[in-house]
């Protein structure tokens, strides 16, 4: 369904970016672990679907414009990513539920990983 816009990007940059092994933990013991960008997209466009019904629109239509961001160059929607979940997180969305924060932490620490791995913002 999305193939398209993920073949733009090189497997050699995915693989820098989130590891070529990372699993994908259970959500109710461990934070969300990424494999690749794609994975990332899908989480943004989940986590606007749950801002959306607690009526937090604004961080919602925030979060969805940085999904958008997927078909363009990996860093560029990685920061932007990055960005929208740091205002989720400094809005202290008591509306969440634990799981739900712990995977918005563990992805923001995946993004400024992987930015650092290649030497990046």
């Not at 019904?53 to 919602?60: D, I, N, P, T, Y």
Request: proline share 3%.
């Amino acid at each position: 369904m999305w193939a398209e816009p993920w073949k733009r990007l090189s497997l050699k940059m995915e693989s820098a970016i989130f590891g070529s092994t990372c699993p994908i933990n259970d959500l109710k013991m461990n934070p969300r672990t990424l494999r690749n960008n794609e994975e990332l997209f899908e989480y943004l466009v989940q986590l606007g679907e749950s801002l959306q019904v607690h009526q937090k629109s604004e961080l919602a239509e925030i979060v969805n414009q940085a999904s958008r961001f997927a078909s363009g160059s990996a860093s560029e929607f990685m920061h932007e990513a990055q960005a929208a979940l740091e205002l989720v997180k400094k809005d202290q969305p008591e509306y969440l539920s634990i799981d739900e924060i712990k995977d918005l932490e563990g992805v923001i620490t995946q993004i400024r990983e992987a930015f650092q791995k290649i030497g990046g913002a």
